[in-house]
């Protein structure tokens, strides 16, 4: 049976870019045939978030939007990843393995020093508690945006280095690439740059009303007048809008934009139309959030029959590494 696994981090509110990068793709996935384990990343989100209180709404956060954009429990394990303890002894024995070299060379950790975030040892070391992640579950798959592919071929380096040295224990993961192309799984921003918490140029997935209204109007414009033909390609809002509408709509709104004249739609008309469509799209969704935030003794119960059933798949692949390396 094939065994794939992924997990998103608890450091802010899920956004757009979470939603059709990841999150879609997870649920949809847990419907086919399978194992299939979704962590949330709490140990991770220690390199951003500070705050205890804040790092605990946000992991209930996260577990509360899986189940309301309908993953199917009976399917899917779902559980946080500090609830698995073997990954960290997991994550030191692959980094006596693992050179530094091959964490120097890793994009998210420069991107991330290029953006500004001071950099920690555990920011740098990252990878490789994501390697741990991947490889305790005995995981064959790995849904992932292109801008994960080199963590997951990270992984595969690290738990090669480790079987080459002490003999089989780990098995060698594979990336699956989020389905739909490019667009899927690099969201734009409000800024126009990719949608990321680190930015704060994300919608949250949830958001409503007035909040939300507000959150699109930040949408990144120019100064162009309605009646000027545009080509949708360079109005980010067409980006967004894609997102929400169906082909027929959308090829509707880039005919009027393309034509230009009396008959162009301005910017205030795409704002309104996006705001529309991320209403009725996740209306039922947010519905069925408001119902589990009335009932956190069952999200408990949730998470740790969750965790039950990954820590007994790590700990087997913990013991193996243990008697590999000399330490049973």
């Known amino acids: 049976m094939t065994t794939y696994l992924s997990g998103i981090q ?15 793709q997870h649920v949809e996935a847990a419907r086919t045939d399978g194992e299939h384990f979704y962590f949330i990343a709490d140990y991770h989100s220690l390199t951003s978030i500070h705050d205890p209180v804040v790092l605990r709404e946000l992991v209930r956060e996260v577990a509360v939007t899986y189940i309301a954009l309908g993953l199917d429990l009976e399917r899917a394990v779902l559980f946080r990843q500090s609830d698995v303890p073997e990954v960290t002894e997991l994550t030191w024995m692959l980094s006596c393995v693992t050179g530094m070299g091959l964490l120097e060379r890793a994009h998210s950790f420069k991107d991330k020093v290029a953006n500004g975030i001071k950099p920690s040892v555990g920011l740098f070391t990252y990878p490789i508690l994501m390697a741990a992640d991947i490889l305790a579950y005995d ?145 039922e969704a947010r519905a069925r959030r408001d119902e589990l935030l009335g009932d956190p003794a069952e999200l408990d119960r949730i998470l740790a029959a969750g965790a039950a059933k990954a820590r007994a798949r790590a700990a087997a692949t913990r013991d193996r590494a243990l008697a590999a390396c000399g330490l049973r």
């Open 139 to 283: 995981t064959d798959r790995v849904p992932v945006g292109k801008d994960q592919v080199q963590h997951l071929e990270m992984a595969q380096d690290m738990g090669g280095y480790f079987n080459g040295r002490y003999g089989e224990v780990f098995k060698r993961p594979e990336a699956v690439l989020a389905a739909g192309g490019e667009h899927l799984q690099r969201v734009i921003g409000l800024d126009g740059r990719k949608m990321s918490k680190s930015y704060d140029n994300g919608i949250w997935i949830f958001e409503t009303g007035k909040a939300l209204k507000k959150r699109v109007n930040r949408v990144v414009t120019d100064s162009r007048p309605p009646e000027e033909p545009k080509e949708p390609e360079s109005v980010v809002l067409m980006d967004l809008m894609k997102l929400f509408l169906d082909d027929a709509e959308f090829e509707q709104w880039s005919a009027r934009l393309r034509a230009g004249g009396e008959g162009a739609p301005g910017y205030g008309h795409l704002k309104a139309r996006l705001t529309e469509g991320i209403e009725e799209h996740f209306a």
């Open 10 to 24: 608890p450091t802010g509110r899920p956004h757009l870019g979470n939603y059709f990068g990841a999150l879609r």
